[in-house]
Every structure is written in C-alpha cells, then in structure tokens.
C-alpha cells in the first residue's frame, strides 16, 4: 500500500513562556499537544475549531514553519520533521501555503508578476519567456488579468490580493495547499468567488489541501473530512457527511448548535455552551473539554479518553463514545 | 432627493432616521459613506442591518449616536429623531445627557471603548452616577447587580478587575451591562459578536435577546453575518454603497428576497441547514461578479448597476426609488417584478 500524501503522527507543539528578567521559562504553552491525521491526493481535510486551539499552529508546524516538539510529519512517505534546510528545500516544492491576510503575507514591494515569478525562479522550473508565459497564464488562472502583473499588492481588493496568493502557492505545481482561513478575511460574495476557484483547481490539478477554517458552513462546502479541534487535540474526525450529518463528540455538537444558520424558517432551541475556552497554558486534567461539556462525568475530569475509531472513517475522543457503541442521544 | 416612502414602518417607532448623509472630505474628494439613508424602529424590536464591509453600517451608526468628530472632516445631514427628540440639533452637552442613557453603543471590539485604567465596576457605576444620580455606593451595589444580570460568574469579585483581566466574551459582556445599565430604549450593537468564537457569540446573542425581552430595548444589530440575520431579527435592512436598498421582515427577506443584491448575498453563502443536511454539496457558490464601487465617486443610477444580472439601460442612469412591493417590504430596484420571476 502506497503512503498517503500527508501523514502527521502524535504531532506536538509546545511554546515556552517566558516571564520575569532575567527571563526564565514559567510554563508552557500546549499549542498542539498529540495530533495525529493523514490527507490523501486530492482529498481536502479541514480543521475546525475556535480560535486559540491549535489550527494555524498544526498548519505551520506542517510546512515546517515550525519545528515540532514532537511527532512527525511524512510527506509521500518520507518523514520532514527532523530534516535540515538543504534536504527540505526539495520536500518543499510539494507543499505551498495560502494565509488569511494576503496582505501581509505578499511583499508590498514586488510586483504581482515578481511575486509569482519568485518561486518559479527560486527552484529554477522557468526563466525567460518561458517564466513570463508561465505567470500570465498563472493569473489568467486564477481569475486576474494578465495586465495586473505591473501592479502592487496593495492595488487589488481582498479576494483579488487572495487570487494572487493563489497564483503563487500554485506557480510551483505542488501537491499538497495548506490554507490557513483563506477566506476568513472576504466578504461572502467574494468568498464565494475564492472558494469557486479552490475546488475548480483541485479538480483540475488533483490538489489535496488543508484547509483551516473556523467557519462550518465554509468547511462543511468544501472539505471531504473533518477534524475537530478542541486547546490543542482532534476530538472527533470524520467524514463531512458524518461530521455535520451525525456528530458524535459533545464539543462538535455544541459548535454544530452554535453556529447561525442563514434560514429564519430554523429558529431553533440550541445547546449553548457556558463558559470560556481554557488556557492553553494550563488545560483541564482529564478531557480537555469536560469543564464545559453538559455530559462530564467523574472520569472525564482524571481519565483522557483516547481518539478511537468508533465506526469505520469516525474517530472520536469522548468516554461516552465507545467503540461500537450505540449511538443514540446522549443523558446529561 | 428621493420621495416617501422611504421606510416600512412609521407607527410606533422609537428611532426614525430621515434621509442620512455622512460624507467624508478627503483629500482625493468627498467618501459618500451614508448616502441617504432613511428607517425607523419600532419599540422593542429587533432590527438588523446588513451588508458587506464598507456598506456604511458602522458610519450610520456613529452618525446617529453622534459619535462623529468634527475634525475629520465630514459633513451630515438628515434627521434622527428619538422618541420625538430631534438629536442632530443638540448641542453636544444636551447629547451627552442621552447617549448612554435614553440610546447606548455597543462596539465588535470592546476594548476600544472600555477605560483601561478603570474597574469595570466603576465603569458602569459611573454612567449610573451621571445619568440618575446615584451616590457613589448605590451605583456601585447596582454595577455589581448589573454584572449579575449579564451573567459574570461572581459578580461582586468581578466589579474590582480591570478589562485586560477579563476574556472577550466577558469584556463585551461587561459592554452590554454598561449599555442597558440606564434602560435605554435603543441599543446599537455594531457587529458585537464579529471578534468572538461561535460558542461565545450564542452566549452574547442569546444574552442580548433575552435581555431585550425583559428591558423591552429595542436593538439595532448591525452585523455582516446572514445567519446571525436569521436567527436574531424581526426586521432587516441591506445596505449597498451607502444607501438601504432593501428592507422587509426577516422571514419574507429571506423568502422572496426582491433586490438582486440581496439574492446574490444570500446565494453565495455556502449554506448549512438544521438537520445538518447541505443543499449544494461541493457545487458551486452563487457568485456576485466584480467588487463594490468606489464611493469616491457620484454614484448616479444604480449602485449595484455594474455587478447586476438584471441591469437595464435605465439603471446607470436613475436611481431607483424605494417602493413598496408587500407589506413592509421595500427595495430600490428598477427591475422588480423580472427578479421575483427569476428562479433563485
Ligand atoms: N509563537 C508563539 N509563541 C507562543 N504561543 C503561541 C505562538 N503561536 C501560537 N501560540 C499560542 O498557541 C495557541 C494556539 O494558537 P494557534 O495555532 O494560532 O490557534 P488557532 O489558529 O487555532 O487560532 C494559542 O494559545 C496561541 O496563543
Ligand atoms: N474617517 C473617514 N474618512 C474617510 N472615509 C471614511 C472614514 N470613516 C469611514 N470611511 C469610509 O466610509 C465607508 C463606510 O464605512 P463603514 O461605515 O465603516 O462601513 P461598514 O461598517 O459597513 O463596514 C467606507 O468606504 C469607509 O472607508
Ligand atoms: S469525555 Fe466526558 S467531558 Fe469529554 S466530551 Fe466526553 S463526556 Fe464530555
Ligand atoms: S435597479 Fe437595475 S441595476 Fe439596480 S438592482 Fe435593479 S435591475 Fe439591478
Ligand atoms: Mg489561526
Ligand atoms: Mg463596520
């Protein structure tokens, strides 16, 4: 059997935290704390979650923005957690990453047209005319005109400043896109237009993406599985139709109850969660979740319940989740 | 200028705003950020307006509060009258006696207009102690009571801490006790749950309608988001541009939407339903071609006339007037009857 395009296995990322002078490390922040996931060609895997729970950490510690604290990530099988600058640099190639703020990910000072070219020059794929063909056709792509190759970013709206990020991530032909919220920033009918572009060019170029979102709607339209994230653990990953049809974790629930749906006709009672997200710096023992769930045991505050595959493609990290369990409501 | 009717309700209303102009003197020329704009309130309900960033909704706001310096160059017109009280000819002293009291702001970022340096206690009990002249202690006892009502978990500990002390939620908690601490009749919340996680924003929201109930405020809820839209308001308001172009109770808005911006605003969110069931799975989103005009410029005729599907020669040149199309349904559209035939 073939490796999946992405693997992350018990991917940790702690950050010191540092106060007083002469500074000294008082504690630490879990910022990913045990996150295992695969993503196969061509599949797009969200993570969702409230913010603060780990998502751009996972997305950057993937692309090697970050070095882990623990973990690995194996792209095609080949594990990069651990390489130095030089191996990585052709690992690199494969992955490219799209932000939420084109603004500030863009160098103000580079054309558009120098800002695609860049990769495509840094891994020598084009020069010459060859290079001016490959960006025009780039931005024809993803929807700005050819002409716009003369402007600065800060020239384009949002969603075409979105576009570009696109073009460039796209320049190098890779095989994996993170995209960190990439539309948390745009309007809906602008949104609209960049989600469009995403799934048009992941059929046509067989792209699997990782795509962060803090927005169901947005993941429930564009991804093909979901995980959950809740201070620095996946809680539940499944299938879209799974997730958003029958969820099984408490916390997926509640954010399922809690986000508003664009139909008065569905005014509904919801579950509505009480409390604040914990720290980071010091999560709750136990359950990470169990200080706000309705349904927490004596258990659930000492015992951590594992992420176990409870039906086939459904994992779930809940005690009242066994494996092979009925499914039915669950009792307060 | 635009004839009546410009508004869907007219009996008791709380808040009617006639005919609003905010612009802007800049440098490169006049930013038409509210370019007439006209509605009322009704006692008690909930009225959102919505639209894309820089639609003009916070401009409105500000304009009616009369939260708008001097300095920056601006210049207002209309009227804003409250419960018969005309505000755009207060002097400012006469207008610091009502904000915050008979009509309160609430902003997505509380921080921006919390004190820093004060408690939150002796933040709400010093609105209580301008506006109805509580002593020092009373104000205080009622702060603490109002700390309560908003649901800070140990309220009388919580009056002592300072904003930075407090998570988000609690500080635009705080927010909503400092604005309802008075009894005002309108409360505007400008996107106030925009900068929060889901979980939270359905505990503020449902704070805020409950407390609605019970005070009978009237809220004006200014937001971006069409979900929060459908599950806050009676009535809503879509602004385009600087100007409302559609107005109607929230059921029917979303039922027969008659603006074409309204329906492309609508068709382009990817939609989740209650039963978790998804209408359009990974197909395409509805689009709305092209991006907003510059308000830098006169806008003659149509606003949303360059994106629009159903254009016709007419709309570049006149501005279509605000009719009534059911009951207290109003947009601005030439082309009406042909965009309730269309299929949506
Ligand atoms: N460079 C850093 N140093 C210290 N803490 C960090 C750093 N980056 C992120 N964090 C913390 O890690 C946690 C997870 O952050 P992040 O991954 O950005 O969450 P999300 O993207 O889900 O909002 C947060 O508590 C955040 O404050
Ligand atoms: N002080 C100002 N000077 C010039 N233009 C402004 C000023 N404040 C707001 N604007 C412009 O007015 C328009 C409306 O802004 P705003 O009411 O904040 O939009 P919204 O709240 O709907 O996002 C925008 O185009 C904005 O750039
Ligand atoms: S393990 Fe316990 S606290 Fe955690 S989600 Fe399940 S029931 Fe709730
Ligand atoms: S008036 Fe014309 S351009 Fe404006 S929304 Fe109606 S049909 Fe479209
Ligand atoms: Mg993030
Ligand atoms: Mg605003």
Redesign the pocket.
Known sequence: MSAPLLRVTGLKKHFPVHRGLPSRVVGQVYAVDGVSFDIARGETLCLVGESGCGKSTVAKTVMRLLAPTAGTVALDGVDISRMGEAQLRAHRRQMQIVFQDPYSSLNPYLSAGAIVSEPLTNFELASGQELEQRVASLFERVGLRVDAVKKYPHEFSGGQRQRLGIARALAVKPSLIVADEPVSALDVSVQAQVLNLLIDLQEEFGLAYLFVSHDLAVVEHIGHRVAVMYLGRIVELAGNADLFGAALHPYSEALLAAAPVPDPELRRERMVLQGDVPSPMAPPPGCHFHTRCPYARERCRTETPPLQEVKPAHWVACHLRPVGGPFGQLTR | MASEPEVAVTANAVLSVRDLR?H?L?RDGA????DGVSFDVKRGETLCIV????????????SIMRL?PEN???SMAGSVRLEGTELTTLSERQMRAIRGNRISMIFQEPMTSLNPVLTVGAQIAESLRIHQRLPQRAAWERAVEMLAMVRIADPARRAADYPHQLSGGMRQRVMIAIALACNPQVLIA??PTTALDVTIQAQILNLMLELKQRLSTAIVL?T?DLGVVAETAQRAIV?YA?RKVEEAPVAELFRNPLHPYTRGLINSIPRRTAAGRRTNIRGRLQEISGIVPS?REEIVGCAFAPRCSFAVERCSRERPALDPHAPEHLAACWEVARVAAAVR
């Open positions: 905010t802007f800049t930013v038409r950020a509210v639209g894309e960033s820089g639609c003009g909704k916070s401009v409105s706001a500000l708008i920056v160059g601006r400008d996107e200014i971006h602004m600087g308000l």
